[in-house]
């Protein structure tokens, strides 16, 4: 017998609820001190702010300029209010049909998992270890059950927090503008905190509670209770594919409505409160950018955990029941919320932001910071959380790993993530030349910049793709697939400071929104145009993150669905597995051409409401009418709503149909063919989409010579650079971030369906064999 974990298991039992209930304190504190900022006219008096907080000097800019102080605040309340209204009913809409699905599918899960035995309550040998005795199927039926509700219920309640965080603190961003871009920027990074904090601890502390809970039932059947926890993430992830899918189409559906007409066509800025599509715009970027990925984020993590507990149960782990080791998963991501919680003090409170220049930087160094500390966090965790040596299964063996070997695995997927990070970083921003290459091709016009735009999102796959390479060698040569599994785990053990990177450029933007509706000074608006151009290429680096943790998290449950399903090669020779992989090659192109045709068609039906408005309302253009801005609230939720059933019905019973009729194998190509296909297509969509967004606002900032050649607003290369964001759009924010979650889901959805595939799969084959 090999020996146990340093750490007693009490004290696992302690500091894994004791790190989650930390996390939740800390984002409370965060949205306290965000509340601070009333939105309320009684403002303080402006000799008694600090001078000196950016380059334009800390003072209020509506007074020296004779704005009404009063009704700049109650109108930063009043959009606020509408966007946040409009938010949460298009969330409730959403969350009304997906609920509905939540249901249908829990009962294919009991219905599929419990056939597998014939509903039979007695005893079963185990999978693995057939000397022993399981748990009946019945019981694996209704715990994956119970567990898929609960990774859904987390994944939506994710999304909403994370939304009605965002729309309480977009105006106080605005607000906060005035006394400066460094306490703007602060207002904005602490509401992005809340969101990250409140995910990664909601989303370990259920976890933990339901083992627990199943584990009084399950006693020392160990791999029926990791088996059955898998429909956590399950759970997790197919609410994220709706909120991912629902939430992209909304977004930008409204935002290209409100581009084309606006900007291309009416020649007024973005924003512009004569724009019928402007709040509907602004609401998008909460219900896509915010609630989308926070379930995404969390249904990565559900996943990962998942992956690397279920092989763990069935390695030395398990076998010896030794319970430190086997949470081994939740001890990284408790260290990563007492990690990412010192990271946010070096943003917050340690260093001020100054002038507009300091805020990438800023944002930047919260992911070295962040990952610096959390190697040695995991260095810690490895040493005490680990026995010095333990077996890990590995496709019907047992291989022989040293703690150390494991810490490596973790680090390197940790390491890898920030590569992917800062070369997404590099084709995306417009501080390098990637992007100013993008943005001098427009001045050729619209087809150039395309032109340019297609070049560098396919260049950008080749970095991303070897990092996910080296770092899927290393952790499978040292420790199988539990290290691929545990490689994921390290790049989203930074989760919470990842999300507070990736929240803050939504509220940035509609920080920049609120300006502009309410008429605020044009200073004011490039103090929050600078926090949103630092938000955009934050958001593309969040975006790299959760693709590459996509391809190792479904690579690892991959991997378990091929033991659990009990196939001993998959050999690409057979014919059933080549054209397993053709058509899962196949899979991402057709979901993708089905959400980019649904944000054409909801696009197309924008602009002609919007140019209705600017054509039959009198003195709309002249700013003494007001717009019908329900309208075009309508357009984008009705059309969200009904155009993202078909692709979320596309990926969750491609798994099964296959499987059913095909068999394990036929699958297991459909899995891998996903898998290789879906990620490059997903980097390229995110970097293409990024790079033109940015060189459009490298044109419109004219921060340098060059660009001032290209501008300014309204010029033919700034309109070819609008057409070309345009046609990004849907990319970044829609098909591109919903790729990573076809192939995840996907593969969890194989895993938890393994046992029903195994015994009644390839019926198709059996009738013509």
């Known amino acids: 017998m090999l020996a146990k974990a340093l750490l007693p298991e009490l004290w696992t039992e302690i500091l894994v609820p004791v790190c989650a209930v930390v996390g939740i304190v800390f984002s409370l504190f965060q949205w306290y001190v965000v509340s601070c900022v009333k939105l309320t006219a009684d403002r303080s008096d402006p000799s008694s702010t600090e001078d000196g907080t950016n380059g334009h000097g800390d003072y209020l800019i509506e007074e020296e300029e004779g704005v009404n102080d009063q009704s700049v605040v109650a109108k930063c309340a009043e959009i606020q209010t509408a966007i946040s209204e409009g938010a949460t009913s298009f969330l409730?809409?959403?969350?009304?049909?997906?609920?509905?699905?939540?249901?249908?599918?829990?009962?294919?899960?009991?219905?599929?998992?419990?056939?597998?035995?014939?509903?039979?309550?007695?005893?079963?040998?185990?999978?693995?270890?057939?000397?022993?005795?399981?748990?009946?199927?019945?019981?694996?039926?209704?715990?994956?059950?119970?567990?898929f509700v609960l990774g859904a219920v987390t994944s939506v309640l994710s999304g909403f927090l994370g939304m009605k965080i965002a729309t309480y603190a977009n105006a106080r961003t605005t607000l906060e503008a005035r006394r400066g871009?460094?306490?703007?920027?602060?207002?904005?990074?602490?509401?992005?905190?809340?969101?990250?904090?409140?995910?990664?601890?909601?989303?370990?502390?259920?976890?933990y509670i339901t083992i627990n809970l199943f584990k009084i039932y399950y006693g020392d059947d160990w791999e029926g209770l990791f088996e059955s926890i898998t429909g956590y993430g399950l759970g997790g992830s197919s609410m994220a594919l709706f909120g991912r899918v629902g939430g992209g189409i909304y977004t930008k559906a409204a935002d290209v409505g409100a581009d084309l007409v606006g900007k291309v066509e009416r020649n007024i800025p973005e924003d512009d409160p004569r724009n019928p599509a402007v709040i509907a715009d602004n609401v998008?970027?909460?219900?896509?950018?915010?609630?989308?990925?926070?379930?995404?984020?969390?249904?990565?993590?559900?996943?990962?955990?998942?992956?690397?507990?279920?092989?763990?149960?069935?390695?030395s782990f398990g076998n010896n029941h030794d319970f430190t080791a086997m949470l081994f998963p939740l001890l990284i991501s408790s260290m990563g919320i007492l990690v990412?919680?010192?990271?946010?003090?070096?943003?917050?409170?340690?260093?001020?932001?100054?002038?507009?220049k300091e805020i990438e930087p800023a944002l930047k160094n919260q992911l070295i910071i962040s990952t610096v500390i959390m190697t040695v966090g995991i260095a810690l965790v490895s040493w005490i959380g680990l026995p010095s040596s333990f077996t890990i299964f590995n496709f019907?063996?047992?291989?022989?790993?040293?703690?150390?070997?494991?810490?490596?695995?973790?680090?390197?997927?940790?390491?890898?993530?920030?590569?992917?990070?800062?070369?997404?970083?590099?084709?995306?921003?417009?501080?390098y030349s990637p992007v100013q290459d993008v943005a001098d091709s427009c001045r050729t016009g619209a087809a150039t910049n395309v032109i340019f735009g297609l070049a560098l999102g396919y260049k950008s796959v080749i970095?991303?793709?070897?990092?996910?390479?080296?770092?899927?060698?290393?952790?499978?040569?040292?420790?199988?697939?539990?290290?691929?599994?545990?490689?994921?785990?390290?790049?989203?053990?930074?989760?919470?400071?990842?999300?507070?990177?990736?929240?803050?450029?939504?509220?940035?933007?509609?920080?920049?929104?609120?300006?502009?509706?309410?008429?605020?000074?044009?200073?004011?608006?490039?103090?929050?145009?600078?926090?949103?151009?630092?938000?955009?290429?934050?958001?593309?680096?969040?975006?790299?993150?959760?693709?590459?943790?996509?391809?190792?998290v479904s690579l690892a449950l991959f991997g378990a669905f091929v033991s659990r399903a009990g196939i001993q090669t998959v050999d690409v020779l057979t014919p059933k597995v080549v054209i397993g992989l053709l058509v899962g090659a196949m899979l991402p192109y057709w979901f993708s051409a089905m959400t980019m045709k649904s944000v054409g068609s909801a696009a197309l039906k924008m602009v002609e409401e919007v140019r209705r408005q600017f054509n039959t309302i009198p003195g709309l253009m002249e700013g003494t009418a007001k717009p019908d801005y329900a309208t075009c609230v309508k357009i984008s939720t009705d059309a969200s709503i009904k155009e993202m059933i078909p692709p979320g019905?596309?990926?969750?019973?491609?798994?099964?149909?296959?499987?059913?009729?095909?068999?394990?194998?036929?699958?297991?190509?459909?899995?891998?063919?996903?898998?290789?296909?879906?990620?490059?297509?997903?980097?390229?969509?995110?970097?293409?989409?990024?790079?033109?967004?940015?060189?459009?606002?490298?044109?419109?900032?004219?921060?340098?010579?060059?660009?001032?050649?290209?501008?300014?607003?309204?010029?033919?290369?700034?309109?070819?650079?609008?057409?070309?964001?345009?046609?990004?759009?849907?990319?970044?924010?829609?098909?591109?971030?919903?790729?990573?979650?076809?192939?995840?889901?996907?593969?969890?959805?194989?895993?938890?369906?393994?046992?029903?595939?195994?015994?009644?799969?390839?019926?198709?084959?059996?009738?013509?064999?």
Not at 107 to 121: H, N, P
Not at 183 to 194: P, T
Not at 340 to 356: N, P, Q, R, W
Not at 740 to 748: F, G, Q, R, T, Y
């Open 463 to 552: 970095i991303p793709i070897f990092a996910i390479a080296v770092s899927i060698f290393v952790s499978f040569s040292f420790a199988a697939m539990y290290g691929v599994a545990v490689a994921a785990l390290g790049m989203l053990s930074t989760i919470a400071t990842g999300l507070a990177i990736d929240a803050y450029g939504p509220i940035s933007d509609n920080a920049g929104g609120i300006a502009e509706m309410a008429g605020m000074s044009h200073r004011i608006r490039e103090r929050t145009d600078a926090l949103d151009a630092a938000g955009n290429t934050t958001a593309a680096i969040g975006k790299g993150f959760a693709i590459g943790s996509a391809a190792l």
């Open 340 to 356: 990412c919680l010192i990271t946010t003090l070096f943003a917050t409170d340690i260093s001020e932001i100054k002038a507009v």
């Open 181 to 207: 871009v460094g306490k703007a920027f602060i207002v904005a990074f602490r509401s992005g905190a809340v969101m990250g904090f409140l995910l990664a601890a909601n989303g370990l502390l259920v976890l």
């Open 649 to 769: 019905c596309l990926v969750m019973l491609t798994p099964l149909i296959v499987g059913f009729f095909f068999g394990v194998e036929t699958l297991s190509g459909v899995l891998a063919g996903s898998l290789i296909s879906g990620v490059q297509i997903a980097i390229f969509a995110s970097n293409t989409g990024g790079a033109w967004d940015n060189a459009k606002k490298y044109i419109e900032a004219g921060a340098s010579e060059h660009a001032r050649s290209l501008g300014p607003k309204g010029s033919e290369p700034h309109k070819a650079a609008v057409i070309g964001d345009t046609i990004g759009d849907p990319l970044k924010d829609t098909s591109g971030p919903s790729l990573n979650i076809l192939i995840k889901l996907m593969a969890v959805e194989s895993l938890v369906f393994a046992p029903f595939f195994a015994t009644h799969g390839g019926f198709l084959f059996r009738i013509f064999s």
């Open 92 to 147: 409730f809409t959403e969350y009304k049909y997906v609920g509905v699905f939540m249901v249908f599918f829990a009962a294919i899960i009991f219905l599929f998992l419990g056939s597998v035995e014939g509903f039979s309550t007695k005893s079963q040998p185990c999978t693995y270890e057939k000397t022993r005795t399981c748990k009946p199927a019945l019981a694996t039926a209704v715990f994956s059950t119970i567990s």
């Open 396 to 431: 019907g063996t047992q291989k022989v790993v040293k703690n150390w070997e494991l810490f490596l695995c973790v680090a390197v997927g940790l390491w890898a993530g920030l590569i992917i990070g800062f070369v997404t970083e590099y084709y995306t921003s417009n501080a």
């Open 284 to 315: 998008g970027d909460n219900v896509g950018d915010i609630a989308g990925m926070g379930s995404d984020l969390f249904g990565s993590y559900a996943e990962s955990s998942c992956a690397a507990l279920v092989v763990a149960s069935i390695s």
